[in-house]
């Protein structure tokens, strides 16, 4: 066997792992990097994790395989918000395309993968909780067995726990920074456990996990890894928490060891992430900037809630029939304007739509100055057709941002300055992710330009010399391979993905309801993303 | 294929949090009146999960967002197996089931 490894770092970024490298903290990345290839992994349009690693697994773009952000519209035109789940990705996935094939594979700890595909092999899915992870695993039986014949497994320290994951998200500091990397550290050990296990005694041709203790550590502590950020006369609580992150990180190097170990000496390893990461010091207050620029009314009787810290906002907060855009929810960095016709009976007239949007495209760009820096908040608007063209764009906002400094704009009302200064700068997602290949095939010392999310599929089906759909939206990375692999292997294009056959979000029987509201408990409890105030 | 009974779809409902029972710290009967919040300690997340159960068994999607909004908006005291049956009824027309 052939083994190819997917070995997932969410939100990695050569920022932080190149200084880690240099400071002997991740030896073993530094021989990957050494004795494979290297090269930035360009995330989506909006880096974003369910797009991401659904673009990851799919070669397919946002627009094509469905999966817009965390949440997705109950319908195209529903206000309606829900958490986005396997049963909205429209895209097969590289699991079943390698078993048309007659190979196996196994899907560990990836989003949007709940209720599991049955492929032949396993899937044990990411942002689930404990109590329904057994029930939305694959096989069944998978977490009884692995709770039976591994020794340490823990399945409530491997699952999400949304509950510990929220109380350290939902105020503005994290309270317990020790407390928040152990509960990593450990998750992502027991997610390892299973890894391993499975290579050892359920081994498949395909492996992918992922392990998101990277980006939840880089969100709420970014300060203590970002080298720029490094103070010249570290303090010995500063000294603690960055010893502590840099041991999440000794041991994620331990585990690539291990993995490369268990695999085999034939097999292929590919480190990859979902988008990168940075400091963002910035903080935008949208729907506030929208009242003051006249898109968004209040309502008065909600003011309690919408100003109230950590509470999420209700679409309800706004006085919808004096409303023309507004933004539900931070995590996408979309504005939906509203339509009357489309939405509900209140918004703009139809006719009005185009320039509506263009207007406040240009008002964003133009007139969303920081008053502290002089600099401009928003480097990029784009429309849905832009950073989600395809057939599924209307699932998207009508526009979504991308903040100078990469940041998540909030949706809290501020009745002061809609822009102001973080005292402290936050982690936030960046587009330059990380590719590093090492192993069987690969050619030692690579430097290859930046490659794509939509890539990597087609990578890997080069590597397990199969063929690639002709609707892969993505190259091969041919360079990354030896010459004597290339030649023997080479692969032309054949047949298109197979039509997923679950039901459709947005199929014509779906409701017709047109109320501009959303959940606002399910929105509340998911403050674990860090995005949410 | 015709509308499911009431009676099916609540066994269906029991059948799935059946499956989850020895994780519930609830060793009480659950019937229609279970409340899930208060009695089966169920956070909006599980909910969440449940949906997305039903939604696999009944091959629907079904708009559990709406359904738990107003529900917010009633202020309703608790949900209830109950109330959740009448939603899935009132929202499975036509339907297919797995088996």
């Not at chain 1, 998207?396 to 005292?423: K, M, N, W, Y």
């Not at chain 2, 020895?22 to 899930?36: C, K, P, Q, V, W």
């Not at chain 2, 997305?52 to 917010?72: G, I, K, N, V």
Request: charged share 25%.
């Amino acid at each position: 066997m052939n083994p190819v490894v997917l070995f997932g770092l969410d939100g990695a970024t050569f920022t932080i792992l190149d200084d880690l490298v240099r400071r002997g903290v991740m030896p073993y990345l530094g021989r990957f990097i050494n004795e494979g290839a290297r090269g930035v992994l360009m995330s989506n349009t909006l880096p974003l994790t369910p797009p991401a690693w659904s673009t990851l697994v799919t070669g397919r773009s946002p627009g094509h395989h469905g999966i817009v952000g965390f949440f997705q519209p109950e319908s195209p035109s529903s206000y309606y918000l829900r958490v986005a789940s396997a049963r909205d990705l429209r895209a097969e996935t590289i699991w079943s395309i390698v078993n048309r094939y007659g190979l196996r594979a196994g899907s560990l700890n990836f989003v949007v993968h709940s209720p599991p595909p049955k492929i032949d092999g396993y899937v044990i899915p990411g942002w689930v909780t404990w109590k329904w992870l057994k029930r939305f695993s694959h096989p069944r039986g998978i977490i009884d067995r692995l709770t039976e014949e591994l020794p340490g497994f823990d399945l409530k320290a491997l699952a999400m726990d949304f509950e510990e994951e929220q109380k350290c998200l939902s105020g503005a500091e994290l309270q317990d920074p020790e407390r928040w990397i152990r509960l990593h550290i450990e998750r992502d050990r027991q997610w390892f456990k299973v890894l391993k296990h499975q290579l050892q005694h359920d081994p498949c041709e395909l492996v992918g996990i992922v392990f998101d203790g990277v980006d939840k550590l880089q969100h709420l502590l970014w300060p203590y890894l970002d080298p720029a950020l490094e103070p010249a006369e570290p303090g010995e609580e500063f000294l603690r928490i960055r010893d502590l992150c840099r041991q999440y990180f000794r041991q994620i190097d331990d585990f690539l060891r291990q993995t490369a170990e268990a695999a085999g000496p034939d097999a292929t390893i590919m480190i990859v992430s979902d988008h990168g990461f940075t400091g963002s010091s910035d903080a935008f207050f949208i729907n506030s900037w929208l009242h003051k620029h006249g898109y968004l009314a209040w309502r008065e009787e909600a003011q309690e809630t919408a100003t109230a810290p950590g509470e999420f906002y209700w679409l309800n907060s706004f006085d919808l029939p004096k409303t023309s855009a507004f933004a539900i929810e931070p995590s996408n960095n979309g504005i939906y304007i509203q339509v009357r016709g489309r939405n509900g009976e209140h918004g703009i007239d139809p006719a009005q739509y185009e320039s509506v949007r263009r207007d406040l495209k240009h008002r964003l760009l133009t007139d969303c100055v920081n008053p502290a820096t002089g600099r401009q908040m928003i480097a990029n608007v784009w429309t849905n057709e832009e950073a989600f063209g395809g057939p599924h764009s209307n699932l998207a906002p009508d526009l979504t941002l991308e903040l100078a400094d990469h940041g998540f704009f909030s949706v809290r009302r501020e009745d002061g300055d809609a822009i102001q200064c973080r005292p402290q700068p936050v982690g936030t997602h960046h587009p330059e992710g990380v590719f590093v290949a090492w192993g069987a095939g690969v050619r030692k010392g690579a430097r290859i330009d930046a490659v794509r999310l939509l890539d990597i599929a087609p990578t890997v089906l080069r590597r397990l010399s199969l063929p690639i759909p002709q609707d892969f939206e993505g190259r091969i990375i041919e360079e990354i391979f030896t010459a004597n692999w290339a030649e023997p292997h080479r692969s032309r294009k054949r047949e298109a993905t197979q039509a997923v056959a679950h039901t459709a979000n947005g199929v014509a029987a779906a409701e017709e309801d047109d109320s501009p509201e959303q959940n606002a408990d399910l929105l509340e409890k998911l403050k674990l993303l860090g995005y949410m105030e | 294929m015709p509308v499911p009974t009431r009676q099916a779809v609540l066994d269906e409902v029991l059948r799935t949090l059946r499956e989850i029972r020895d994780d519930l710290d609830y060793d009480r009967e659950i019937s229609e009146n279970t409340g899930f919040f208060r009695e089966l300690g169920f956070e909006s997340i599980d909910v969440v999960a449940l949906g997305s159960a039903l939604e696999e068994h009944f091959d629907r999607q079904l708009p559990f967002a709406e359904f738990l909004t107003r529900a917010r908006e009633l202020k309703v005291d608790d949900l209830t197996v109950g109330d959740l049956v009448s939603f899935l009824v009132a929202n499975l027309a036509p339907m297919e089931t797995k088996q």
